[in-house]
């Protein structure tokens, strides 16, 4: 059996009518009166009405359906029932609202003047909304009290819910069309725009295109002159003559109606120019009536400023102002290109000169390798004309540089900046070391290389001559070292018979360490050179390891006993071995080991911890010292290179240079971690692999 009554059946039948109604048009003003005529006629009301606010809240359209026919109530009614009555109840609730006789509720207003309300007895009144915006309210009506119920209401508020988006719809697709239209023919100046760099051109054609969307009888664009003080007309539509029209000229006056627009830097719109006090009539502006004004607004600034004229009084409406601002718009982007091109033409007459005045050598190529430009020094240094290199390979330069770019490729398209060292030749195979540095340029219009090879003689020079005093140091210093070391041993073994030989002993043994610091500081100046050329070969062997350390504690450990130093040496297991070059990491541990103990203050500490894993073995060296400040941690390991403190504390700067060759010599790394804070002094790492003996 169904429970359907005749009245729930009515409501399906009219929600039924009312979602086919929304789907099939988007004439919504039709839709509108169907789905009004027939609500009445589904829920026995004697009639209906609907109102309709702008984006503003404002009232933009009043319906009602009365004695079976659409009737429009006066808008001075739909405003006093939007503020008083039930409608500006819902207006203000934002919810639907059922009452079942008018006259016992006092938030129905009786307005004894209009028949229609005072016959009502019984109403539904219900808001069509979205989450954030309230669109309409919708209200039937009945003559007779107690006719609606809480399904009336319920049905109600489903037709407002389906009719909130079938006008949304509805909006956004006039909206649309209006944009499209508004769009195409913008589109049309953009393409103008970019079509043309003579600007008098382009704003010629800007005004052309404008008239499609804007009727005017006249239409200018002034532009401030060079000192920002006077309008001058370069464009000018619908003047009597065009040629008086383009000499007028406007000095400044803060009052009148440009410059008020460009001051404030918005549209200006005088519907009546006789109303102006500060209007200026001219012999082109006589028969003007209406007038709007755009400023032009490029990068922030005005530089200038749109207008239209009308002969009508009161022409334009707050949608031609809009028009007339985006065409101001187009306009001002059109001299913004202007001013960049005249920039960017300055700026390319510039960097030539640079280009070709550098003392530096400069070429340009793309990213095959191919030579686009190249600079005068480049060819005095290389001997040869300009003609000669264009187009050419960059491997004619040197062979290694086209390499060199395939391998740089993905670097420089990310903007990095790398650099190259290498020695060119010139047409007399005279040889000139250059130091190189790559980036990523825009070459007219496309992705280029820019190459800048300095002259680095001079410092070849000075490093070659810093080079030959170290070897010099080396080749003179090694031997009588080794022959003091040797006769230390040898007075040492004589001495054994002497009674008073342990405090001999002593002294020779201090004699003896201070002898083998100077040894491994000259053969580490030594090494450093041949481990960079790959001249030292490693001779490794089984070494245990806490045997090393056992003696970098007695090399170190004495320098650390005189300042009252804690040097903590965390012991090893006794079978951990490792296969190495004992010599050349013992003198690293104790290069590192000695630096902590030599910028360490008095009473510090310092401590070496070793950890293993099964790929490798980790040195840890830690002290209290002064730190190392962050813009030293980059360079601490170059050759020659020391920490800022460092001034005051003799040497070289190649202890640790050597520590990182000879570490990276076997495939290690070294590192070091300072927030460069005084007391909290650095840690160093030593990261060796751990590798199986071959024979």
Not at 17 to 45: C, K, M
Not at 358 to 369: E, K
Request: proline share 4%; charged share 25%.
């Amino acid at each position: 059996m169904s429970l359907e009554t005749p009245r729930v059946s009515s409501r399906l039948d009219l929600l039924y009518l009312v979602t086919r109604e929304f789907n099939a048009d988007l004439d919504i003003d039709q839709v509108l009166r169907n789905v009004l005529s027939a609500t009445v006629a589904a829920a026995g009301a004697s009639d209906a009405s609907l109102i309709l606010f702008d984006a503003e809240g404002k009232l933009a359209t009043n319906l009602a359906f009365s004695d079976f026919k659409m009737q429009k109530r006066s808008s001075t009614v739909m405003e006093t029932i939007t503020q008083k009555g039930v409608a500006g109840w819902v207006r203000v609730n934002r919810t639907g609202l059922l009452i079942e006789d008018v006259n016992n509720d006092e938030r129905w207003y009786q307005d004894e003047s209009n028949p229609e309300l005072v016959e009502v007895r019984s109403a539904v009144c219900v808001p069509i909304q979205l989450p954030d915006t309230l669109i309409g309210i919708l209200t039937i009506t009945s003559r007779q009290p107690n006719k609606f119920e809480e399904g009336d209401l319920a049905m109600l508020s489903i037709i407002a819910d389906q009719a909130a988006f079938a006008l949304t719809n509805a909006r956004l697709f006039e909206a649309e069309q209006q944009r499209r239209r508004l769009g195409d023919t913008l589109t049309s100046i953009t393409q103008t725009i970019n079509s043309s760099l003579d600007l008098d051109e382009v704003l010629d054609l800007i005004l052309e295109q404008l008239w499609l969307v804007v009727e005017y009888d006249s239409s200018s664009i002034l532009l401030f002159d060079d000192d920002y003080a006077t309008l001058v007309v370069r464009a000018a539509k619908g003047f009597d003559n065009i040629e008086d029209a383009l000499k007028v000229r406007l000095t400044y006056d803060e009052y009148s109606p440009n410059y008020q627009a460009i001051y404030m830097k918005i549209p200006f719109v005088i519907p009546d120019v006789d109303q102006e006090p500060h209007w200026i009539k001219s012999t082109s502006s006589v028969n003007v009536r209406s007038w709007i004004g755009a400023p032009l607004i490029a990068r922030g600034e005005a530089v200038g400023i749109l207008t239209v004229d009308s002969h009508e009084l009161d022409k334009y409406q707050e949608d031609n102002v809009k028009i007339v601002a985006t065409f101001a718009d187009h306009a001002a982007t059109a001299v913004a290109n202007a001013q960049a091109v005249t920039q960017l033409q300055k700026a390319e007459a510039t960097y030539a000169s640079l280009f070709e005045d550098s003392t530096d050598i400069i070429f340009i190529t793309d990213y095959d390798g191919t030579i686009l430009d190249i600079n005068r020094k480049a060819c005095q240094i290389l001997r040869r004309p300009k003609d000669f290199f264009i187009k050419s390979s960059i491997s004619f330069i040197d062979p290694q540089l086209k390499k060199y770019l395939a391998d740089q490729t993905k670097r420089l398209k990310v903007w990095r900046e790398p650099s190259i060292e290498l020695e060119v030749k010139d047409a007399y195979r005279q040889t000139l070391p250059l130091e190189i540095k790559v980036r990523q340029i825009q070459y007219k219009g496309k992705d280029g290389v820019e190459w800048v090879g300095r002259d680095i003689s001079a410092r070849k020079e000075i490093e070659q001559l810093r080079q030959d005093m170290v070897n010099m140091l080396v080749h003179d210093l090694r031997g009588p070292l080794g022959n003091i070391i040797n006769i230390i041993d040898l007075i040492k073994m004589m001495l054994a018979t002497q009674p008073d030989h342990p405090k001999l002993l002593n002294f020779l043994d201090m004699a003896k360490r201070s002898g083998q610091t100077i040894k491994d500081l000259v053969d580490s100046m030594l090494d450093v050179s041949r481990l960079e050329e790959g001249e030292v070969p490693l001779q490794r062997s089984m070494t245990n390891i806490g045997d090393l350390l056992l003696a970098v504690k007695e090399q170190v450990g004495p320098q650390a006993e005189s300042k009252d130093m804690e040097l903590t040496i965390d012991p090893v297991p006794d079978d951990l071995v490792i296969w190495l070059d004992t010599s050349l990491i013992r003198r690293v541990l104790i290069n590192v080991v000695g630096n902590a103990v030599k910028y360490t203050p008095l009473e510090g500490h310092i401590s070496v911890s070793t950890s293993t894993t099964e790929t490798g073995i980790h040195f840890t060296v830690s002290d209290d010292g002064p730190g190392i400040s962050p813009q030293n941690l980059t360079t601490i390991f170059d050759k020659f290179s020391r920490a800022d403190y460092s001034t005051s504390i003799s040497g070289v700067g190649l202890g640790l240079a050597f520590c990182k060759l000879a570490v990276e010599a076997h495939e290690g790394k070294i590192y070091v971690e300072s927030d460069g804070i005084p007391g909290q002094g650095s840690t160093f790492h030593i990261v060796l692999p751990i590798m199986e003996p071959t024979e």
